[in-house]
């Protein structure tokens, strides 16, 4: 899982009145436009695949991020960008359905480590089957070129930094 921080905006600056940099200029408006209705758009997408687990996609994530090796409520936070009060609640909410187990750092006891259990393994998998099955609904209008240049891009914005 590539690694998902928030920063603070950079202050705008103002362009020179060149007509290469406006169109870029309207470009990214209109990119800025679209980003929000398609946040909004993704998220109802995932509430409603994953409503017959009974799972939030917060939870989702993280039970998918623990499957995928994060070992600490620490390391969660900080990817999520979650206070860790909110983080303890999600990973409690997690263990009390036996999906994941909290032990003891044996390096350091006043640690914990975090272990998908078998249940939630096999949980996370059937998330990603109905999340796949959410995006063939929602990219169905999309060939396998448009999929691959679509993946290449979210990689970009995923892994930048």
């Known amino acids: 899982m590539a690694l998902v921080t928030a920063s603070d905006p950079p202050e705008p600056t103002v362009r020179p009145d060149r007509p290469a940099e406006r169109r870029r200029d309207e470009l990214l408006h209109e990119l800025s436009a679209l980003s929000l209705p ?4 993704l998220r109802k997408a ?17 039970l998918g991020l623990i499957v995928e090796g994060a070992e600490s409520p620490k390391e969660l936070s900080e990817l999520l960008d979650t206070p860790p009060p909110m983080m303890s609640g999600l990973l409690a909410d997690l263990e009390d359905r036996g999906l994941i187990e909290r032990a003891p750092d044996p390096n350091d006891r006043r640690r914990v480590r975090l272990a998908a259990t078998d249940e939630g393994r096999a949980l996370a998998e059937r998330i990603t089957d109905y999340w796949i099955e959410a995006g063939r609904e929602r990219f169905a209008e999309l060939d396998d070129d448009d999929l691959r ?8 914005f995923v892994e930048t930094p």
């Open 38 to 41: 398609l946040m909004w758009t």
């Open 149 to 156: 240049h679509l993946i290449a891009i979210y990689r970009t």
């Open 46 to 62: 995932a509430l409603r695949a994953l409503e017959p687990l009974g799972l939030r996609p917060v939870k989702a994530l993280v």
